[in-house]
């Protein structure tokens, strides 16, 4: 039975339990108090954070593992301020949360209160739009409005600040404005846009033409659901596929068609054709450069903003990639007969995905015995180990850069990262977003020592609310190993102070919260360590430590072509012009950085 009057906290809640919200991120705060109670007496499960900032996390990494809105808020002043990073992340990510801000009360604008901030006007870059509250009957509207709107494509956060007088406020449930309670209104995937069929036949067409085509999905594909419809294409057509950001995977990279990021150079320079659908062509797709060097190209997106015109481009569409890979599908058995089989195509495509993984199992192989422990054979063993079902967090500079291309993605959003906000510490957070979403399914976070410190709190999050997540550190006790004596040793001396204590034990720091924890230093106590850390059933650290001399291979180049773009050749340390990257197993079994 519906309340006859409700509080501004409640109208909010109303409309979330609507929508079907199942858990809300955030932690308590006086000017939010009705906003909890509201949302929570729904029944919405509340996950309390030890930091605001892993409440937004978590919210991404559940909205990108569930493909669902999700919800997180902030108390007034330092409690949104503590969200902003995350927000960003969410926003530059294409992540769909709704972000609600407590704040002061109107009547003190601008008169100095405790905790002032205004978060539509801070937030104002970083989400699809914001707005505050100033009358307790446009809750449910706003509310009911920003959840649709969140999940239009491009998907993306929305801000909504409500003061505490707004929120507190009691009123009839039938004075909320423009609002029909338990209102129907078509599901977004009903009325996703189909693509031009014209521009749809000319790419099939192409692609039955090319001796050498190429399918490049991303994003877009994930959040279209459209793994199925991939998969079938590429089936029907017999052509090769490479699936990045968050759907790597959307035809699993242990099928014979599907190629990885560390054999993109090698295919795609020997393609005449490649189709990108649902891909944001951005700093990680290099700015198109890759897709420059093709004879012929095709953009396929959602958002006609995301059809990039800076990449030669024979054939754009705009359209929901599920539909316009239906229409494909549809094209292509009405004319089974002009499908050719591309053999000597594929085969080559296999060779060289074949070549690239054995090198990379050799690599790792070189290092079995190495001690401290080499991240590439930690790698192997977590690729190894996990279960096909997994989720991979991942956030650590060197552990990411080790592990990502020894990976063979599965699904559609197996993989969760910080994409081009590429920030630090967010792993925890998402990680417990991420087991929320697909309870009982293996979680493993690569943390770096660095991302611990700043979130490492919120692992006792995860002990509190029961969730068994994985949190592997990678403690190479240092930041980005290695960049200090490569630019900055020279300006500061011999002292490095970017190190980290060694070897910290990360795992006893985290068992006294009641989370389990395991030390690892050699090469074959990984895999036991694993396997105890899941089958506890917990929450649990395990601290790997890591050669603190093998250096991120991005930041290894000739240094007429610096890797950290602010610095031009001639600014480049003299003694970092000098260092090298050497990887000798035959005669050592070490990589690690040597002065010439």
């Known amino acids: 039975m519906e309340k006859e009057f409700i509080t501004g906290g409640e109208a909010i809640g109303q409309v979330l339990k609507e929508e079907g919200v199942k858990y809300l991120f955030g932690i308590a705060g006086g000017h939010v108090f009705p906003l909890i109670t509201g949302i929570v007496g729904q029944g919405i499960r509340m996950i309390h954070m030890r930091h605001e900032q892993a409440g937004v996390y978590a ?69 699809k739009w914001s707005a505050r509250a100033v009358d307790q009957r446009m809750l449910s509207f706003l509310t009911k409005k920003a959840m649709r709107e969140i999940r239009i494509y491009p998907p993306g956060p929305i801000a909504l600040e409500i003061p505490l007088n707004i929120l507190a406020r009691r009123d009839k449930s039938a004075s909320q404005r423009v609002f029909t309670p338990h209102s129907k209104f078509p599901a977004l995937d009903t009325m996703a846009a189909a693509g031009n069929l014209a521009g749809v036949e000319k790419v099939v067409e192409m692609i039955l033409a090319a001796e050498r085509p190429v399918i490049v999905a991303g994003d877009g594909v994930h959040w279209a659901n459209a793994s199925k419809e991939l998969q079938e294409v590429v ?15 959307a035809v699993p990279e242990t099928d014979p068609l599907a190629f990885s990021s560390r054999t993109r150079d090698g295919v795609l320079k020997n393609a005449d054709l ?55 599908i549809e094209i292509i058995k009405q004319n089974p007969g002009k499908v050719k089989a591309k ?43 996990l279960d096909d079902s997994a989720t991979i967090v991942y956030d650590a500079f060197t552990g990411t ?61 995860a002990v509190r609310n029961k969730l068994p997540v994985v949190f592997l550190v990678n403690n190479n006790s240092t930041w980005m190993a290695g960049c200090f004596d490569m630019y900055f040793r020279s300006y500061l001396g011999e002292e490095n102070n970017w190190n980290i204590t060694p070897g910290v034990r990360y795992d006893k720091m985290f068992e006294a919260t009641g989370c389990y924890g395991e030390n690892v230093e050699k090469p074959e106590e990984i895999r036991p360590a694993l396997e105890r850390a899941f089958k506890s059933g917990k929450p649990a650290v395990v601290n790997v430590i890591i050669d603190p001399s093998v250096i991120h291979k991005g930041m290894m180049m000739n240094m007429d072509q610096p890797a950290i773009g602010w610095l031009e050749p001639h600014q480049v340390p003299e003694e970092g012009r000098k260092i090298v990257f050497r990887e000798d197993a035959s005669k050592s079994g070490k990589g690690s950085a040597h002065k010439q």
């Not at 195509?345 to 060779?351: F, G, K, N």
Request: proline share 4%.
């Open 235 to 249: 089936k029907l057509l017999q052509v090769p596929v490479l699936t990045r950001r968050i759907a790597r995977g």
């Open 401 to 461: 850069y080790y592990l990502t291309d020894r990976i063979r993605s599965t699904f559609s959003g197996k993989i969760l990262d910080a994409g081009e906000h590429a920030g630090v510490g967010h792993g925890i957070g998402m990680g417990i977003g991420a087991q929320l979403a697909r309870p009982g399914k293996q979680v493993l976070v690569m943390m770096g020592d660095g991302g611990m410190g700043i979130g490492g709190m919120d692992v006792e999050t």
């Open 59 to 127: 919210a991404d990494g559940y909205a990108r593992s569930a493909r669902e809105v999700g919800v997180c808020f902030g108390t007034a002043g330092p409690g949104m301020t503590n969200m902003l990073s995350g927000v960003a992340q969410a926003y530059i990510c294409r992540s769909p949360i709704l972000c609600l801000f407590g704040q002061h009360l109107t009547s003190e604008d601008r008169r100095e209160p405790i905790q002032e901030a205004y978060g539509t006007e801070i937030t104002r870059t970083i989400t």
């Open 343 to 385: 053999t000597e195509w594929i085969r080559s495509v296999q060779a060289i995905k074949s070549e690239s993984q054995g090198k990379s199992r050799l690599e790792a192989e070189s290092f079995k015995t190495h001690t401290p422990i080499h991240p590439a054979y930690l790698a192997q063993e977590i690729v190894d180990f």
């Open 274 to 328: 490649a189709v990108a659908i649902g891909l944001r062509i951005g700093y990680l797709e290099g700015y198109g450069r890759w897709a420059r060097k093709l004879p012929k190209f095709v953009q396929i997106n959602e958002s006609d903003a995301e059809i990039k015109n800076e990449v030669p481009t024979d054939v754009a569409l705009v359209g929901n990639p599920r539909i316009v890979l239906q229409q494909m």
